[in-house]
């Protein structure tokens, strides 16, 4: 398996890509749907996969995921959609296919590591167009408890987040409408506002 997806032939890669697509659709097996999820995940990484991956549409799938009850479905599809959205075609097509919201609700999952993706993937997708949707008011909210939260990595993301995406005034109009309000607008909050610390 890794001398094959460790191949430089560019048509190699891609047949693998393929396969790996293939069987997560022909499988009943969630177990083998994990295992498929994460490996494209991985592979979603690496820059120069992104072609093949787009042909096969496999943001589309990590998409998909992202309302699954399975909670690593959900995870594996947010780390890949957060690897996807570094490029901007994958960008684009993410954005063309409501990402913005489906990426948003994962910012109440309890799993911290999907949390994380989801925040990175909203940076990556701020563009003119959809900056105001990714800096809406709940998703400042939200951004402004993980701020507080006992997670260094949650804290330190949430941090970046309100630095580089939004403006003082957003930041200020946020933190006012969220005196006197115990859960963020729109986004119902995992218990204190931390996603808890499952096993990564």
Same mark, same amino acid.
């Given at each position: 398996?890794?001398?094959?997806?460790?191949s430089?032939?560019?048509?190699?890669?891609?047949?693998y890509?393929?396969?790996?697509?293939?069987?997560?659709?022909?499988?009943?097996?969630?177990?083998?749907?994990?295992?498929?999820?994460?490996?494209?995940?991985?592979?979603?990484?690496?820059?120069?996969?992104?072609?093949?991956?787009r042909?096969?549409?496999?943001?589309?799938?990590?998409?998909?995921?992202?309302?699954?009850?399975?909670?690593?479905?959900?995870?594996?599809?947010?780390?890949?959609?957060?690897?996807l959205?570094?490029?901007?075609?994958?960008?684009?097509?993410?954005?063309q296919?409501?990402?913005i919201?489906?990426?948003?609700?994962?910012?109440?999952?309890?799993?911290?590591?999907?949390?994380?993706?989801?925040v990175?993937? *909203?940076?990556?997708? &701020?563009?003119? +167009?959809? !900056?105001s949707?990714?800096t809406?008011?709940?998703? $400042? /909210?939200?951004? *402004?408890?993980?701020? &507080?939260?006992? +997670?260094? !990595?949650?804290?330190?993301?949430?941090?970046?987040? $309100? /630095?580089?995406?939004?403006?003082?005034?957003?930041?200020?109009?946020?933190?006012?409408?969220?005196?006197?309000?115990?859960?963020?607008?729109?986004?119902?909050?995992?218990?204190?506002?931390?996603?808890?610390?499952?096993?990564?």
């Open positions: 398996m890794m001398s094959r997806t460790g430089s032939d560019p048509s190699d890669r891609f047949e890509l393929q396969t790996l697509v293939t069987e997560f659709q022909d499988t009943d097996s969630e177990e083998a749907k994990e295992q498929v999820l994460a490996n494209l995940a991985n592979f979603a990484y690496d820059p120069s996969n992104m072609a093949h991956l042909e096969l549409q496999v943001a589309d799938l990590f998409l998909d995921m992202l309302t699954e009850e399975n909670d690593n479905f959900v995870e594996f599809g947010m780390g890949g959609l957060c690897n959205s570094m490029d901007p075609e994958c960008r684009h097509v993410i954005l296919s409501g990402g919201g489906l990426v948003t609700n994962c910012l109440s999952s309890r799993r911290e590591e999907t949390v994380l993706s989801a990175t993937t *909203l940076m990556n997708l &701020l563009t003119p +167009s959809s !900056r949707a990714i809406d008011p709940a998703v $400042l /909210q939200c951004m *402004l408890r993980f701020s &507080l939260s006992q +997670s260094p !990595r949650l804290r330190g993301l949430a941090a970046v987040f $309100l /630095q580089d995406c939004c403006t003082e005034e957003q930041v200020a109009r946020a933190q006012r409408q969220m005196q006197g309000e115990q859960t963020a607008v729109g986004i119902p909050l995992p218990g204190n506002g931390d996603p808890t610390d499952e096993v990564r």
